[in-house]
């Protein structure tokens, strides 16, 4: 059985776990299963994960939730949220580090990813003007 680093259920309503989702975080895979009669396990492997985007609307920070849109390199699953999760900023930056320790083991450049990158981005006026 894997160590799991972190472990949460999707929050509903007032911030409680009543929910049939549960994220688990290891050294190498994100795992988010789902479901109540039928179930669905998704295996994301950390050193696919492109980009990362923490979102925290008023309702969600009321309750101390987050939000993080994941973009990957994986063909099944190019994104994914982890949604409305407890220590959303710590969970970010844990599995930020995590990526980078998973590719730097596995000799990955962020190159590689980049002519299969078709997650959608948002783009500043900011960015544009340089």
């Known amino acids: 059985m894997a160590e799991y680093i972190w472990k949460d259920r999707k929050r509903t309503i007032f911030g409680l776990p009543l929910s049939f989702t549960v994220y688990k975080l290891t050294e190498e ?3 988010i299963e789902s479901g109540f009669l039928s179930k669905k396990e998704e ?3 950390l050193y696919r994960i492109i980009d990362f985007t923490l979102n ?3 309702g969600q920070r009321i309750f101390g939730l987050g939000t993080i849109h994941c973009c990957t390199a994986d063909k099944s ?3 994914f949220d982890i949604l409305k999760i407890k220590k959303s900023k710590w969970v970010k930056d844990t599995i930020s580090d995590l ?3 998973q590719r730097e083991a ?3 450049t962020a190159r590689e990813f980049l002519e299969g990158d078709d997650c959608d981005h948002d783009t500043d006026d900011a960015d ?3």
């Open 29 to 31: 895979k994100l795992i």
């Open 106 to 108: 596995k000799r990955i």
């Open 77 to 79: 699953t190019p994104e």
């Open 99 to 101: 990526v980078e320790k």
């Open 56 to 58: 925290r609307p008023l």
């Open 43 to 45: 295996e994301v492997r």
């Open 128 to 130: 544009d003007a340089l």
